[in-house]
């Protein structure tokens, strides 16, 4: 797939317009032809525009990997609705949650390695508020889980069975424990060798991140994600750990991540990309900084590790970048809802 970006997006020759518009015309055709989605927003394929020409457009939502393209068309939906920056970002991940065909997030997700989902999930506010939950079953939406976290309780992390009393003292639905059709054909193959090997790649990745900012800058993330495949049970990976997976401030910008959950814990990866923007590197530049660092702390077992980054700081300039190839992101505003391959730190070959 030809990607929008290289590993910086300020690397663009403003006398090659021409011929960068025809490429991204024919990417984004590609993409949204293969996604075989209608992503609201995007009402012909020539109007999606790359990202580096709608800079310091607000308001700006980005996700991770294919999902996020319906997921950021709910997000733009709630904010043309009226809904609140912290409104859009649960509201879009909720689509991921609900989406059946999806293995990696909500309750139709791969289980542990004793047969069973449990969820984590994670929502920040630019101001500091934050709420998250982990370790938790039968809850369809952990994200508007975690966000009762943030509003009505003291804490910022709840787990487990307390988070499930939460769920059910907030009238959340308690769903029948089962696993989804996809996931126990892929759960009953996997035990057929029962090998636990907590490999992160293109092809077995997890979570939905996504950050967000209002028309008048305001900023907020969301992260969920059912987690590791065949994990060990009661394991929690950097999806809910708040500097993690997710980290939010309205003074600086916004960062999620993606991948091998252990790898981006030791690096306080979303924590680090914002601090990084905040003495001044741009999005990208701190993303690229955040793997160097990543593979650095993981250099053993680099090769069986995906981790990728997505950032954007309070004047709508954006970065991402990945460990491996196949990382990509959706990006959108009001307007337009596009597709993005990000960079990596090793490349294809």
């Given at each position: 797939?030809?990607?929008?970006?290289?590993?910086?997006?300020?690397?663009?020759?403003?006398?090659?317009?021409?011929?960068?518009?025809?490429?991204?015309?024919?990417?984004?055709?590609?993409?949204?032809?293969?996604?075989?989605?209608?992503?609201?927003?995007?009402?012909?394929?020539?109007?999606?525009?790359?990202?580096?020409?709608?800079?310091?457009?607000?308001?700006?939502?980005?996700?991770?990997?294919?999902?996020?393209?319906?997921?950021?068309?709910?997000?733009?939906?709630?904010?043309?609705?009226?809904?609140?920056?912290?409104?859009?970002?649960?509201?879009?991940?909720?689509?991921?949650?609900?989406?059946?065909?999806?293995?990696?997030?909500?309750?139709?997700?791969?289980?542990?390695?004793?047969?069973?989902?449990?969820?984590?999930?994670?929502?920040?506010?630019?101001?500091?508020?934050?709420?998250?939950?982990?370790?938790?079953?039968?809850?369809?939406?952990?994200?508007?889980?975690?966000?009762?976290?943030?509003?009505?309780?003291?804490?910022?992390?709840?787990?487990?069975?307390?988070?499930?009393?939460?769920?059910?003292?907030?009238?959340?639905?308690?769903?029948?424990?089962?696993?989804?059709?996809?996931?126990?054909?892929?759960?009953?193959?996997?035990?057929?060798?029962?090998?636990?090997?907590?490999?992160?790649?293109?092809?077995?990745?997890?979570?939905?991140?996504?950050?967000?900012?209002?028309?008048?800058?305001?900023?907020?993330?969301?992260?969920?994600?059912?987690?590791?495949?065949?994990?060990?049970?009661?394991?929690?990976?950097?999806?809910?750990?708040?500097?993690?997976?997710?980290?939010?401030?309205?003074?600086?910008?916004?960062?999620?991540?993606?991948?091998?959950?252990?790898?981006?814990?030791?690096?306080?990866?979303?924590?680090?990309?914002?601090?990084?923007?905040?003495?001044?590197?741009?999005?990208?530049?701190?993303?690229?900084?955040?793997?160097r660092r990543l593979i650095a702390k993981n250099s053993k077992d680099i090769k069986d590790i995906q981790a990728g980054f997505l950032a954007m700081n309070k004047d709508g300039e954006v970065g991402a970048y990945a460990v491996h190839p196949g990382f990509n992101f959706a990006q959108a505003t009001l307007q337009n809802n596009v597709m993005i391959d990000s960079g990596s730190h090793f490349k294809k070959g």
């Amino acid at each position: 797939m030809v990607s929008l970006i290289s590993s910086n997006f300020n690397n663009l020759r403003p006398d090659s317009k021409l011929t960068r518009m025809s490429q991204r015309r024919k990417f984004i055709k590609q993409s949204l032809m293969g996604s075989a989605l209608f992503i609201p927003g995007v009402s012909s394929i020539a109007e999606a525009t790359a990202p580096s020409l709608f800079k310091g457009e607000k308001p700006l939502i980005l996700s991770t990997w294919n999902h996020g393209l319906p997921a950021n068309a709910a997000a733009v939906e709630k904010l043309k609705s009226g809904g609140s920056i912290i409104d859009a970002v649960e509201t879009g991940v909720k689509d991921t949650e609900l989406d059946l065909s999806n293995l990696s997030v909500g309750l139709q997700g791969l289980p542990d390695r004793e047969g069973i989902t449990t969820l984590d999930a994670s929502i920040m506010s630019g101001d500091g508020s934050c709420g998250a939950v982990a370790f938790v079953r039968q809850v369809k939406h952990p994200i508007s889980l975690a966000r009762v976290v943030m509003e009505k309780t003291p804490h910022v992390m709840i787990v487990g069975e307390g988070a499930k009393q939460l769920a059910i003292a907030e009238g959340f639905p308690i769903e029948k424990e089962e696993l989804s059709p996809g996931a126990k054909k892929a759960y009953l193959k996997w035990k057929e060798t029962s090998q636990y090997k907590p490999v992160i790649n293109i092809e077995n990745h997890d979570t939905i991140g996504m950050i967000g900012m209002d028309a008048k800058g305001n900023l907020a993330g969301s992260c969920t994600t059912s987690g590791l495949s065949y994990k060990m049970h009661g394991r929690v990976g950097d999806s809910p750990i708040i500097g993690a997976g997710l980290f939010v401030d309205n003074e600086v910008g916004a960062a999620t991540a993606t991948g091998l959950g252990e790898s981006i814990i030791r690096i306080c990866g979303s924590f680090l990309i914002v601090e990084l923007m905040r003495q001044g590197r741009t999005p990208q530049e701190a993303c690229e900084e955040a793997v160097r660092r990543l593979i650095a702390k993981n250099s053993k077992d680099i090769k069986d590790i995906q981790a990728g980054f997505l950032a954007m700081n309070k004047d709508g300039e954006v970065g991402a970048y990945a460990v491996h190839p196949g990382f990509n992101f959706a990006q959108a505003t009001l307007q337009n809802n596009v597709m993005i391959d990000s960079g990596s730190h090793f490349k294809k070959g």
